[in-house]
């Protein structure tokens, strides 16, 4: 497959930073910056890493903190009279709707949405948690309602419609459960896409393949040669953290997860020593924070933003004006995807948050509830356009 230079490039890009000093929130969710490095002659960059194995080292980087407020309590916790509750509550609703100006719902403003969407081929692009299902204590558990798949399904019959998630590909797949759908698993590392507008076969990481009906598709997957080095992680991860109560890891194939949501605040700091340790041995991995989990990933230039722009060129709907693509997602991960989007004009970003949080979106809905709704609405949209 032919690939422009932005996909061919794998040089490291952390996901960006996101400027949150307008609400006070905290931005230094990253555990190695960027700045200070400089790009080394090969395909990867040298991090500096501070040196390994005091317990000082996950609060002076900043990881405990990151891991503090990567799911901030949509409500203060108030143990005093009522007064002081609905006092607190009206001050959440206010910096909520002041937010909102700054993103606004997609449902109210979905007529601006479908005027831009006139006569435009558009194309849908979802991430899974916290976006089509509710976050939950366990990750094996976070299945989505049957409406909720039955209305992408209607999106599908309308809209290329592409799931890409953080989770493996086989795993999301076996969660959402549609043939119909194109998915990009572990951060858009590992795409089954279309063969139709693809020359396959070019790129050393895109093969051809099958899918689960046999239909022949596009394989792409940049952080391959990495796949043994993960797999290594991963069983040093499983053994170093069975003794911690709650701990999870799990694999994603090329990428590895470990979640903390079951473990006791106290416990943070030795689950954060005991992956900082390991990392210290494999500096083409990092690290990245997601909603109360730590993702260990390849120091690769791909994340989901690149996934969005391999899947349009695949479907060859990329550099062209009557094209409207639509990202919904809730996480870190999903900005560099809203950042391609607000760079190159492909669409909108709609950020799934209760809270208000900085955000590359465009709009935003609140909750996976909301997502359905619009995809909903999209669907209708199109059936009366067509009739
Ligand atoms: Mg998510």
């Given at each position: ?10 040089v ?6 996101v ?5 006070g ?12 490095g ?10 500096p ?36 509750i ?41 991430d ?26 209607d ?36 795409i ?15 093969i051809?393949?099958?899918?689960q ?7 792409f ?23 911690i ?13 470990v979640?903390?949501?079951?473990v ?5 700091p ?10 210290k ?14 993702e ?10 690149k ?25 870190k ?9 607000r760079?190159r ?43």
């Amino acid at each position: 497959m032919e690939l422009k230079s932005n996909h061919s490039s794998p040089v490291l890009t952390d996901p960006i930073p996101v400027n949150n000093s307008r609400l006070g929130i905290h931005s230094n969710l990253l555990s190695y910056q960027q700045s200070g490095g400089s790009l080394s002659s090969g395909k990867y960059m040298t991090i500096p890493r501070k040196k390994p194995g005091k317990l000082e080292d996950v609060w002076s980087n900043g990881w405990l903190e990151a891991m503090r407020s990567s799911s901030p309590p949509r409500k203060r916790l108030i143990k005093d009279k009522d007064f002081t509750i609905e006092a607190a509550a009206d001050d959440f609703d206010i910096a909520y709707c002041s937010w909102m100006i700054k993103y606004p719902s997609a449902l109210k403003s979905f007529d601006q949405i479908l005027k831009n969407a006139k006569n435009k081929k558009v194309a849908v692009f979802l991430d899974y948690d916290g976006t089509l299902s509710p976050i939950v204590d366990d990750p094996d558990r976070a299945f989505m309602s049957d409406s909720m798949r039955s209305a992408i399904r209607d999106v599908a019959k309308y809209f290329p419609t592409a799931i890409i998630s953080g989770r493996s590909r086989d795993k999301v797949y076996e969660l959402v459960g549609l043939t119909e759908l194109y998915y990009a698993g572990s951060h858009g590392m590992d795409i089954m896409g279309p063969v139709s507008h693809a020359e396959s076969g070019d790129h050393p990481n895109c093969i051809r393949s099958t899918d689960q009906q046999g239909k022949e598709v596009n394989l792409f997957q940049p952080a391959r040669e990495f796949i043994p080095m993960i797999d290594e992680v991963l069983k040093t991860l499983v053994e170093n953290t069975k003794d911690i109560k709650g701990a999870n890891v799990e694999n994603h194939k090329f990428c590895t997860s470990v979640h903390y949501r079951n473990v006791e605040e106290k416990n943070w700091p030795t689950i954060a020593q005991r992956v900082h340790d390991i990392l210290k041995d494999y500096p083409r991995l990092r690290l990245t924070h997601g909603r109360k989990v730590l993702e260990i990933r390849p120091v690769i230039d791909w994340n989901k933003g690149k996934a969005v722009e391999f899947l349009l060129e695949s479907l060859g709907l990329s550099d062209r004006d009557d094209v409207l693509a639509i990202y919904i997602g809730d996480d870190k991960t999903d900005e560099d995807a809203f950042k391609v989007f607000r760079e190159r004009n492909l669409g909108y970003g709609i950020l799934v948050s209760s809270v208000p949080k900085e955000s590359n979106a465009f709009f935003s809905v609140r909750d996976p509830s909301e997502v359905k709704k619009f995809l909903k609405a999209l669907v209708t949209w199109k059936k009366f356009e067509k009739a």
